[in-house]
């Protein structure tokens, strides 16, 4: 099984930023988590609003903590006012880092073993998870939406 190393999680913050100039996207943050939440790789880019560093991280926790991309976590809570109860619910007891839009991103080896998540953070949501995708592939790891 693979790990998410140092060296990976340094690759896919790179090309995630890179693919956001190449976007012509405002100033972005990416953080890179390990399967248990802890913080690898963090880097944001000049002008990034300071709520925003928190934000990429809580995209990736969400992921983790739902075991899926936070795309799905976003059609999720479309689905009426049960499932927006039960996402309230889930804030309160993650202390508010639980957000249910596009740009958390599992990583997962060729096997499908959980290694981590990104989290991209400062533009629209798609576009943010446009970025965290182009880097998890660059550092050799598949991605299915």
Do not use: W
């Not at 399967?35 to 880019?45: D, F, I, K, N, S």
């Not at 300071?50 to 934000?55: E, G, N, S």
């Amino acid at each position: 099984m693979a790990t998410l190393t140092l060296d990976l999680a340094n690759r896919i913050v790179t090309v995630a930023l890179a693919k956001a100039r190449a976007m012509g996207l405002p100033p972005v943050g990416v953080a890179v988590l390990d399967p248990g939440g802890h913080l690898v790789a963090l880097q944001r880019e000049d002008g990034l609003s300071f709520l925003r560093v928190k934000v990429c991280q809580a995209k990736a926790y969400s992921a983790l903590a739902m075991g899926t991309h936070t795309r799905h976590l976003a059609e999720r809570i479309a689905g009426g006012v049960h499932t927006q109860g039960f996402f309230t619910a889930l804030n309160a007891m993650s202390g508010g880092q639980v957000i249910p839009v596009p740009g958390g991103v599992l990583v997962r080896d060729g096997e499908g073993h959980l290694l981590g998540a990104v989290g991209v953070s400062g533009a629209r949501s798609e576009d943010d998870e446009a970025c965290a995708v182009a880097g998890i592939e660059a550092a050799g790891f598949p991605v299915t939406l």
